[in-house]
Nanobody, 121 residues
Framework: QVQLVESGGGLVQAGGSLRLSCAAS????????MGWFRQAPGKEREFVAALTWSGGSTDYADSVKGRFTMSRDNAKNTVYLQMNSLKPEDTAVYYC??????????????WGRGTQVTVSS
């Protein structure tokens, strides 16, 4: 089992920045893929970003490329999502997830409870 706890969400004005954190505990194998997803009210959950725990490969949704950066701290079993130039359309609940397979955009196995990000115009 893997436990994931997100933090860092909040209210920010358009153009501002936030950094989300996701602390993993339990069976944190190094070949896990860590991902960020988001779900806005009335919309389906969508992929935001992912990275491989050991190899450092990353993938981003087109809507966040150049604005969001995902990183990791292996010693702390924590991944981060630095979000810059935030837009009102970035408003959503952001979820951290783990994929046991080395696939950046596959089916994820474990999910956190999410953290709310609200961007005001």
């Amino acid at each position: 089992q893997v436990q994931l706890v997100e933090s860092g969400g909040g209210l920010v004005q358009a153009g501002g920045s936030l950094r989300l954190s996701c602390a993993a505990s339990g069976r944190t194998f190094r070949w896990f893929v860590m991902g960020w997803f988001r779900q806005a009210p009335g919309k389906e959950r969508e992929f935001v970003a992912a990275l491989t725990w050991s190899g450092g490969s990353t993938d981003y949704a087109d809507s966040v490329k150049g604005r969001f950066t995902m990183s990791r701290d292996n010693a702390k079993n924590t991944v981060y999502l630095q979000m810059n130039s935030l837009k009102p359309e970035d408003t959503a609940v952001y979820y951290c997830a783990v994929n046991k397979e080395p696939v950046l955009r596959g089916n994820y196995d474990y999910w956190g409870r999410g953290t709310q990000v609200t961007v005001s115009s």
